[in-house]
């Protein structure tokens, strides 16, 4: 055996173990360190790996705010605005979100019950009618059946209308029969054919008029 694998007392000599410190932030400065590229070595620009010595392995990841943050290129008062704008963001769009699908929602809803209570227009009609020759006689039974039909169907929110003389309104009267009057300066209703109905914001049935127009 040669001399330069024993030392003086003739036992072998052992190889001191080479320790390397690749933790990326100087545990006395708290500075980043700018890694030393050697033969093999790839640069790693988002992530970093922090070599601890002998024992239990542990890997650190490191975002690209916190390369920011430790670079000094962002400070914790910028980053803490932008996550609080991003959440301001994402809540106000929530907050539309919401209002879009009540809207939706309620327009489903009308749509729904306008087809339910258009089959109980007809039934309103022979009531009025009945109405005008004085059939429903107050206290009667047909009477108190006639005002629980109104009552329910107001509770589903459909709501008569037109009067006579009120404004005509093409958007809501369909005029037919046109009548010169001398006591008109405008458009008129002089009498309602048939009643319009109303569920919420939509028209169910326009109102059948007839109109004075002036002479």
Known sequence: MSD??????????REEPVVRDKRRIDPETGKVRQPEKESGEHDLSHEELVDVGPGEEQETVLSDDDLDILSGQTTAEQLAAERLGDLQRVTAEYANYRKRTEANREIERERAVGE???????????LERAEKHGDLVEGSAFATIAGKLRTAVERLGLTPYGEKGEPFDPQIHEAIF???TPDVTADTVAEVVETGYRLGSTTVRVAKVVVSTPA
Do not use: C, F, R, Y
């Not at 330069?4 to 000599?13: A, F, I, L, M, V």
């Not at 339910?116 to 022979?126: E, Y």
């Open 178 to 180: 046109q009548q010169p």
């Open 4 to 13: 330069q694998n024993q030392n003086d007392s003739g036992e072998p000599e």
């Open 116 to 126: 339910a209570v258009k089959g109980l227009i007809p039934v309103l009609d022979d």
